[in-house]
Structure formats: C-alpha cells, structure tokens
C-alpha cells in the first residue's frame, strides 16, 4: 500500500532530478548505484513548499513537545530554517566542526539545558551525520529524541539511533519510493532492484 503523499513527493524528485544512478560515495563512506541529492528542491520554489509541507505533515506528531528545532549541516539547514519560521519555534542549527574561534561550538543559536529538541535532516541512510549532531547537543545540555527526515534509504540509521533513544520519523522510505517510481515508468526493473540490494532494514 503507498502511503497518501508518496506519488507526490515521488513527482518531487522526478521535477527537480533530486534521483540518480551512477558510483556514488554517501556520507558515510559507502558507496550506492544511486544517488538521492534532496539539495536541489530548494532552488525550485514550488517543490521547495511541497517539500515544506511534507516535513510539516511528519512534524505533527512532536512537535509539540519539541522546544526548539535543529537542522544539520547541511543539507537540513534550509529545511529547518524555513519551519521554524513558519511553526514559530525557535531555532538551531549545527555546524560540521566546531570553529577554531570565539565560542568553539557545534551547535549555534541559543540552548538551555533541558531543551527538547527535533532534529531536521533530509536524507539519512546509516545515521552518522544524525548521530553526530546527538551527541553535540546532549554535550550542551539539550534533549533529542526525536530526528525527522524526508526520506530514510534504509540502511541502519533508524536501528542505530534507536540504540541512542533517537526516534527516526521518516516522511517517505526508500522502498515505496523506488515501487512509485516504477510504477511511473521513472526508473526501470534492473534500477528497481539496485535501489533494493541496498536496503537494509
């Protein structure tokens, strides 16, 4: 069953050509016949507030009990800028390293102790990138038990930030995507099947 949304966002990828097929490194290091790059949205208003509205849709369920929202570098900064403007919460955002200057921190904007936080990121695969930013604001006191992003690629990263009390809420998997996209004629069997060999979990 494909889940109310997912041909929309499917649409998404396929205007801004946020989906490819080639050698790729991911973040984490490991290589991918495929590639999801969610950077490009931005630079097309229209799909940039679908894509708001999406995150706004799998925000709903925490952000609630959220105080502030932090978006990773750097791919989730855009993102998390635009929904705390637009959700009136204050917001955080994470740099890759700590800058050699001022203050040395990772995490910039203002966090108090005790501050719940939801992290924002765009695509995760086996959680590195999320993991990091974790462990910079429990460094600094905040609480996150919750990471929201548009597409999980299944490959670890929920069941690794289960281990740290991280819930993942994904707006879209990698395996509906790749049966939308072949039902739309966008990618082909032998490309359906690459995107699957990769998944994980």
Request: net charge positive; hydrophobic share 45%.
């Amino acid at each position: 069953m494909v889940k109310p949304g997912i041909e929309e966002f499917c649409n998404v990828l396929i205007r801004t050509g946020c989906i490819r097929f080639g050698t790729f490194r991911l973040s984490s290091g490991a290589l991918s016949p495929y590639y999801v790059d969610l950077r490009l949205i931005p630079s097309d208003p229209e799909a940039f507030k679908r894509a708001i509205g999406f995150y706004t849709t799998t925000l709903e369920r925490v952000i609630q009990q959220s105080s502030r929202l932090a978006g990773i570098p750097t791919a989730g900064v855009p993102y998390a800028a635009v929904l705390a403007y637009a959700l009136t919460k204050p917001l955080l955002y994470l740099r890759k390293e700590a800058k050699d200057h001022g203050q040395r921190r990772r995490v910039e904007g203002i966090l108090f102790p005790g501050d719940k936080i939801v992290l924002l990121d765009d695509v995760v695969s086996t959680g590195k990138n999320i993991m990091e930013a974790v462990d910079a604001i429990r460094a600094e006191g905040g609480i996150v038990k919750n990471a929201v992003v548009l597409l999980d690629r299944q490959q670890g990263g929920k069941s690794q930030l289960m281990k740290m009390g991280v819930r993942l809420i994904a707006y879209a998997t990698i395996t509906r995507v790749a049966r939308v996209l072949l039902k739309l004629g966008t990618i082909d069997s032998v490309q359906y099947r690459e995107i699957l060999l990769q998944v994980t979990e």
